[in-house]
């Protein structure tokens, strides 16, 4: 069995997304306060349902190629994923603003924090 790099231990496993996030998310209160981690989170979640949407569309549209049957259920699901994302990020920007402005910043942390975690894996992953 080939041994895997830090890198692929660490972006391959979704268990390192989460223990990462979750350590961010804990370590807010203690520094910065409660709206900043709520902001963060917002942020982080939003984003997270964002990507994975658009995974979830890419692979559907890669499959459809290759002539696999595809449930029709998930295809409409993703479809609608696909276009209702952008206006659910709006709208997740907004409800942060009601925190104040500085904390709202902290909503593009959760969301730098997804895509870097995506990037990371993109890179690793055997194709």
Avoid at 25 to 46: D, E, H, K, Q, S
Avoid at 95 to 105: D, K, L, N, Q, S
């Amino acid at each position: 069995m080939k041994k895997r790099s830090a890198a692929e231990t660490i972006f391959l496993d979704y268990r390192w997304f989460l223990a990462v996030s979750a350590a961010i998310a804990l370590i807010y209160p203690f520094t910065l306060g409660l709206p900043f981690m709520w902001c963060y989170l917002i942020g982080l979640v939003g984003t997270l349902i964002n990507t994975l949407g658009l995974y979830g569309i890419i692979h559907l549209l890669g499959a459809s190629f290759k002539e696999q049957a595809q449930p029709k259920g998930a295809a409409v699901f993703l479809v609608l994923l696909f276009f209702i994302k952008l206006p659910v990020m709006i709208g997740l920007m907004m409800y942060a603003r009601t925190f104040g402005e500085v904390p709202a910043i902290h909503f593009f942390v959760g969301l730098g924090v997804v895509y870097c975690w995506a990037i990371g894996w993109s890179q690793t992953v055997k194709r």
